[in-house]
DNA sequence: GTGCCTATATTTAGAGG
DNA sequence: ACCTCTAAATATAGGCA
């Protein structure tokens, strides 16, 4: 950041070097997959582990509010941050929860689009695991669908018939995207390798054998 | 780079510019202190709040692990971001702590009673939850967007395209579906409020027959 | 592992729709 | 409210101590 124009300052021990040679390659771009040299991957860990601890204290520095925050590392090693503490953040969800006060108003809206939503992420989690990320997102899908009497949520009144057009069209597009997810699957299967780089044009003979069984279709 | 003479004034030796005015004044440095006003706090929460939970998901994707994080906004109101959830990093503390495992930070474990009864009771952490991942998956699928028309979607067929035509469907369809969404979200939220009342019944074609009691969003 | 350094990549404040 | 745009402020990858 001070780095003015001619970028000259790295010559602390004043050891002179080349003048217009960049000193060092910083910042570079990085893939978004898994570090793979267990190095690196602490290392990122570490530093970005403390941004967070940072952008979190700012957020409650600028706005108010309470925070809590658990990581667990890699190697399952838990860190946490808190403002003013993880035991108050989470004190305060249960107190929330026991008087029924502050979440209520917020629950009970939301829980209809909730449902709206997860039927949406259900669509992230398949497109994520077709790319290879998030693969663990399954979990919580799980866990979701297990929300207590999910038809009951839809008794909400609800203003127009477009509306119904509108979830119907919804519905006709999860399936259309199961069935392309399913395609796609298939065709993964077979050319798993080549398929890190999205871009890359990866074509494969028009029909698969078997690996239907892969991707169990829902939604 | 370096804040040079800022703003106002683009003319280097006091004669006028034409086309070095700027557009806009660009993200501008803030104190460390509470915002005062109202509605900017307001928008700088769900700004950094966003900003967040990406850094979290990127965190999580680059080096692996487990996040959980609980924010009460300045008005109250519980978001969570988690990988794999909430839940399951709560239980993972947990379960360090029943093990007697290293805790690095051991003030965390009301967090997981506070979740057990979330999760049961009421489904705004859920909720959050995906609103976070939503948010998340939409910007990364929105890099490669450009949405044909929507009918054509439809009939497509699908047996002859190539794994990119078909990955590119995929964003469309994505792409499509969180638009849809957001048509039935702005819905909801507005005839929910003209019926705020308790108990209202409205039946719709398909589904249960009565709802629990409704209120207005806000954050 | 932590801390510093630079050169970039990313985030976001402010203003408009 | 939520998205877009822009320019400036930050965060951080890759090195080194």
Redesign the interface.
Known sequence: M????TATTYNKSNHKQKHNKKQTKGKQK?E????QDDDD??I??SK??S??YK??S??V??????????????S?????Y?HP???V??????L??ATGA?????????????H???R??N??QQ??D?FG??E??K??QK??LK?P?P??????????LS??E??E??R???E??A???N??KE??TR?LNS?NN??K????P?TAPSSSSLFSKRI
């Open positions: 001070e780095a003015n124009t990085i978004m997959k898994m570090i991957r602490l990122t860990f970005r582990r941004g967070i952008k979190a700012e957020l520095t600028l706005c108010g509010g309470e925070i809590g925050l658990v990581i667990f590392s890699p399952g090693k838990p860190f946490s808190g503490s993880v035991d953040v989470a004190k305060r969800l249960l929330d929860q502050a979440t209520s108003d917020a629950a009970a809206h939301p829980i209809v689009e909730a709206r939503r997860l949406i992420n669509l992230n497109y994520n077709l990320h998030l663990t997102e979990e919580k866990e979701l929300m009497a038809d009951e949520l839809w008794a909400a009144p609800i203003e127009g509306l119904d509108l979830n069209r919804q006709c597009l999860e259309l995207h069935t392309i997810s395609h796609v065709r993964l050319s398929f999205k871009d044009n990866v074509s494969t028009a």
